[in-house]
């Protein structure tokens, strides 16, 4: 993905069989496209649609739908207006992020909350709901089954909902927690992800690194663990079974987290620009910057590893609970 936060962008699909020599096969521009941190793939009667930021006018924007089966010849194919819908703050009444589950997206409004979408027909998708809380500038949602996490963008907060309706969200008790390190100190972090029975959170206060909490239990969040770096700033964190990969603004970070507990920085990667996204692909990462790039160089791939990787999904955490 490529687009500014004022709209005008689009996409570009490469192989990948060969990550040495990724090879461009399809791209597309749209107009009404902007800046996504996070992309929602769904499919839907055997065609494949990706969800992003959709941005129009001031008070006009909220998600926008490329149809993708086909990489060699991606297209635009609809747009949803949102309510309550409000640029040029880039954060606070914009759509930041989406996850698509089923025949629902959840996109992140910032102050705006939670909208949920029905996109059963992605040519049509309709405005079911929109869940706000005082207090909550909502980044991203992610959802396992029946629980979703509800996060924050710059702040600390997190809130974990039922979402056994998906419709509805509901908070669960108890589930409402602030990001804090381990001597307890509330921490802002940047964005979240949901990986496994584990919340992670890439911190932009007093340094980055990541921040660590177990979800098993929806009631009663845990931290686990966490990795401050100084000077870092964090953007997004991922896992791949036993590691963690996040950007930290001023270079990419690699940890070993086979204990969660005490992550132990491996490796690291640089590239000029902002580095915020490190992506694990097999034995390689994609490290990519979204501001400050040399012309031309806005993603670099690395190997982490010299071993593919040989090992398949493993289950760790599913809902409902039997």
Excluded at 144 to 166: E, F, H, K, N, Q
Excluded at 171 to 193: N, Q, R, T
Aim: glycine share 12%.
């Amino acid at each position: 993905p490529w687009a500014p936060e004022d709209g005008g962008g689009g996409l570009s699909f490469y192989t990948f069989d060969d990550p040495c020599a990724p090879t461009l096969v399809g791209e597309v521009w749209a107009d009404f496209m902007r800046e996504s941190h996070t992309l929602a793939f769904g499919e839907v009667n055997g065609r494949t649609y990706l969800a992003v930021d959709y941005h129009e006018s001031e008070d006009v924007g909220g998600v926008g739908f490329f149809d993708v089966t086909d990489p060699s010849d991606p297209q635009w194919v609809s747009q949803l207006a949102l309510p309550d819908y409000h640029y040029p703050d880039a954060y606070f009444r914009v759509v930041l992020s989406t996850f698509w589950l089923g025949d629902t997206l959840y996109a992140a409004g910032g102050l705006n909350g939670v909208y949920v979408l029905d996109v059963s027909d992605p040519l049509n998708p309709a405005l079911v709901g929109q869940h706000t809380v005082v207090g909550h500038m909502v980044g991203a949602v992610h959802v396992v089954g029946d629980v979703a996490m509800v996060s924050s963008a710059g702040l600390s907060r997190t809130i974990l909902y039922d979402v056994s309706d998906p419709w509805t969200l509901s908070p669960i008790p108890g589930g409402d927690f602030y990001v804090s390190s381990a001597d307890e100190e509330l921490k802002d972090y940047y964005f979240a992800s949901l990986a496994g029975k584990y919340g992670l959170f890439a911190r932009k206060s007093d340094g980055g690194g990541p921040i660590i909490y177990d979800l098993s239990d929806p009631a009663a969040p845990t931290f686990v663990g966490e990795a401050p770096t100084e000077g870092g700033d964090g953007g997004y964190v991922m896992r791949h079974e036993a590691l963690l990969f996040q950007g930290d603004s001023d270079r990419g970070l690699v940890y070993d987290a086979s204990d969660m507990r005490a992550p132990t920085l491996i490796g690291e990667v640089d590239i000029a620009g902002d580095l915020d996204t490190v992506t694990p692909v097999g034995n390689v990462l994609v490290a990519s910057v979204d501001s400050k790039a040399d012309d031309g160089r806005s993603s670099v791939v690395f190997p982490w590893a010299e071993a593919p990787d040989a090992r398949g999904p493993r289950l760790e955490w599913f809902r409902p609970q039997d």
